[in-house]
């Protein structure tokens, strides 16, 4: 049974994540268009692609801070703890959202309203197949699950309260944060998906694929830098190695 | 931690 405080934070939790969707829909649709030049090759167009993906990455990272922030328990935590905690997770939910567009019929990711991409415009926007290929190998998975608002607001909560993210001080008041997220999860399960007991290992495993692609990521991020394709100074922030 | 200076002004921006 969800207790009344469960069944409360998880309407917040999906309120939350709706409200900061909304918010960064207009924003979305001023960032650098995705240029119809038909020559894959053209180098302005594959700068424009760049700027075009990395533009929706910021949005994504500023759509995640401000769910983090409405999270129960988060601003409870010093900055810093929140700081390391959404510089490593920043990520695993960009890859969850991402995840959240894919379109089995046109293998495709939506990011804005009629705009998907394939495997292909990915490459085209200067990433490497060694990462593209695993980010739709997984969002295929995750479309497999079905999971709704509720469920991958639920994940996305236990994702970002993960006590073993480098440099995180207070363990335990993370792990503890984390166990009400965790339990409000099984409990949810239980009573949405009655027959389905394996729904709820499946979902924890998926975050343990999450970090096998967080490494993939980091080598995509060194490739780039090879490339001396420049991350734009958030993006760079948090992902960039800096010495 | 290195400073985070974006990072942080996102967290700090709704709260002033």
Known sequence: ?243 | VKDHQLLRYLLDKDEK
């Not at chain 1, 922030?69 to 810093?80: D, Y």
Request: aromatic content about 8%.
């Open chain 1, 1 to 243: 049974k969800l207790t009344p405080e469960q069944l409360s934070m998880i309407k917040k939790l999906v309120a939350a994540q709706q409200q900061c969707n909304q918010r960064s829909f207009t924003d979305r649709l001023k960032v650098t268009p995705w240029p119809q030049v038909p020559d894959p090759n053209n180098r302005e167009a594959r700068q424009q692609r760049f700027a075009h993906f990395t533009e929706l990455a910021i949005i994504s990272v500023q759509e995640i801070v401000d769910f983090a922030k409405q999270l129960p328990g988060f601003l409870e935590l010093t900055r810093e703890d929140q700081i390391a905690l959404l510089k490593t997770s920043t990520i695993e939910v960009m890859l969850l959202e991402t995840s959240r567009r894919y379109n089995p019929e046109i293998e495709s990711i939506t990011f804005l309203k009629d705009l998907s991409y394939n495997r292909d415009d990915f490459a085209k926007a200067g990433l490497q197949f060694e990462f593209i290929n695993p980010i739709f190998e997984f969002s295929k998975g995750m479309n497999e699950l079905q999971l709704n608002d509720a469920e991958y607001a639920l994940l996305i909560a236990i994702n970002i309260f993960s006590a073993d993210r480098p440099n995180v001080q207070d363990q335990s008041l993370v792990e503890r944060l984390q166990h009400t997220y965790v339990e409000a999860l099984h409990s949810y399960i239980c009573i949405n998906r009655p027959n389905d007991r394996l729904m709820f290992p499946r979902m924890l495993m998926k975050l343990v694929s999450l970090r096998t692609l967080s490494s993939v990521h980091s080598e995509q991020v060194f490739a780039l830098r090879l490339q001396d394709k420049k991350l734009p100074p958030l993006l760079s922030e948090i992902w960039d190695v800096h010495e």
